[in-house]
Structure formats: structure tokens, C-alpha cells
């Protein structure tokens, strides 16, 4: 399994948040000195949401959609590297860091538009490497900024990156056949099944004393069920893969509204804006 899901996932995922109200959701409030941990953490879901964007146009999956999607998507992630880039006072660990995460972007920044069934295996690959650079960037900051979040805003995160992460494993095996028999994606897809449902699991530990936040899991929990008949269909079937694309994000939204809540902030201002298939 790649090194991202590991067991520190957890501790990293901290920084992370939802994806910006100009691609698809709006922020929490930002902890103190916690900007750059947020924006590294939009940069990476927005990073391998783009990815499964241009696997979605290459399947011609939502089509214009999907092209609209992808464009706000790489947008944001450009106005992330310029935040990013302007951080005051980073440490040299964190410049470091900050350097191999925008060659690791621009590397799939540029290769998005040329995907195609021969070359979407490598894609996977550098999305892959981006994500842990992204990471090792995320874990880095945290360090920097002594800044913590909540168990359940960490756990609703890392269910919004599993989501997209078996999403773009099926895009991809869909898109090029001869990944369908590699037994690392199998591997890492079953993982993250896995490792969804206990997450779910978790949630709703932690948000048993919370009404909202009890009541937001159980809708999540509903949409996983419709996620894993589409995830578990041997057809693929262009249902099946428009059904495993769209309900990735909108397990995604579920988690980015408990991440709010979390945060003390009521779902009707927080003008998430919500992605019309």
C-alpha cells in the first residue's frame, strides 16, 4: 500500500480541509497561524481530484462537466502554490519541502491534458508522488505552525481522500484494461475500503453526542452504501463509473460539512457551493 494511507495519515490528515468555495467548497474558519496547513491541505485533494477529473474526460464521463471541474480545479491549485509560496517565516525544512511539492505539481500539471489510456498508469504514478510530497509539505507546516484540529475534522478529511482514491483506481483500471491485473491497485483498493468503512465507524463514535454531527454521518453512511454497489460491480458499466465518480464527491461534500461543523460553523453559512451532475 502506498505510504500515504498509512497509519501517520491520521496525524497529517489534521491540516486538511475542504476545497475552496471557487472550486467546490467553501473553508472553515482557519485556526490561528493554521492558513498554510489549509491551503496545503485544499492543494492536496484538489491535486488528486484533478487527476480524477482528467480520467473522467478521458472516459468521457460528465464530459463538460467535468472540463469545467477540472479547470476551476487546476485554478485553484495555482492560487494555492502563490499562497503557499508567500508563507512567512517558513522554516527551511518547510521551504524544502515546498520546492519538491511545485516541481511534483507542475509535473502533473502539465501532463493532465495529455492523459490518454496509454499514459494514465504513469499519471497515476506522479499523482501518487505529488501526494506524498504534498504530504511530507502538510506534515512539515503542521511542525512549524504547532497547530492541531480535531479527531473528527482529521477523520472526515481522510474519508473525502479514500473516497477520491477509489474513485480514481476504478477510473483508471476502466480507462487502461491492462491495470485492471496489477495487484498493487487491488491491493490499495481493498485497503481503502476497508479503511473507509472503519473510518465510518469512527465518525459516528465521535459524533455520537452531537446532533448535527450524528445526523451528517448517517447521510454519509447511506451514500457509502450506494458507493460500494458501484465499487463492488464486476460490469463497469458507464452507470456504474458516472455513479463511482459523482458519489465520490459527494461523500466528499458530506465530510468537508462535518469538517464545518466540527469547527463550530452552521451549514447554512457556509455557502458550500455544490457540484450540479
Not at 482528467?54 to 472516459?59: C, D, H, N
Not at 483500471?173 to 498493487?184: N, T, Y
Not at 459524533?207 to 450524528?214: G, T
Request: aromatic share 6%.
Amino acid at each position: 500500500m502506498h505510504p500515504i494511507f498509512n497509519r501517520k495519515f491520521v496525524a497529517v490528515i489534521s491540516l486538511m480541509m475542504c476545497i475552496d468555495s471557487r472550486a467546490a467548497f467553501s473553508k472553515p474558519p482557519v485556526p490561528a497561524n493554521g492558513g498554510g496547513l489549509l491551503t496545503a491541505g485544499i492543494c492536496r485533494i484538489e491535486s488528486e481530484r484533478s487527476y480524477k477529473l482528467s480520467l473522467q474526460i478521458a472516459l468521457g464521463i460528465l464530459g463538460d462537466q467535468a472540463r469545467k471541474e477540472l479547470d476551476r480545479s487546476i485554478a485553484s491549485i495555482a492560487r494555492m502554490r502563490q499562497e503557499l509560496s508567500g508563507l512567512s517565516d517558513k522554516s527551511a525544512k518547510t521551504s524544502k519541502a515546498l520546492t519538491r511539492a511545485n516541481f511534483a505539481l507542475t509535473d502533473q500539471i502539465d501532463g493532465l491534458p495529455k492523459l490518454t489510456a496509454a499514459n494514465a498508469g504513469v499519471m497515476y504514478d506522479v499523482n501518487e508522488d505529488l501526494l506524498n510530497k504534498l504530504n511530507f509539505l502538510s506534515f512539515s507546516l503542521e511542525v512549524d505552525a504547532s497547530e492541531s484540529s480535531s479527531r473528527l475534522a482529521a477523520l472526515a478529511l481522510r474519508q473525502a481522500s479514500l473516497a477520491q482514491r477509489m474513485a480514481k483506481i476504478i477510473l483508471l483500471r476502466s480507462l487502461d484494461k491492462s491495470m485492471a491485473s496489477k495487484q498493487g491497485l487491488q491491493v490499495d483498493l481493498n485497503q481503502s475500503r476497508i479503511e473507509f468503512k472503519n473510518g465510518l465507524d469512527l465518525l459516528t463514535a465521535e459524533a455520537e453526542s452531537d446532533k448535527q454531527l450524528k445526523a451528517r454521518v448517517e447521510v454519509a453512511r447511506g451514500q457509502w452504501l450506494f458507493y460500494e454497489s458501484a465499487l463492488a460491480s464486476m460490469t463497469n458499466s458507464a452507470n456504474d463509473l458516472r455513479s463511482i465518480a459523482t458519489t465520490s464527491d459527494r461523500i466528499a461534500e458530506q465530510m468537508i460539512e462535518l469538517v464545518h461543523l466540527s469547527y463550530s460553523m452552521p451549514i447554512d453559512k457556509m455557502n458550500t457551493a455544490r457540484w450540479q451532475y
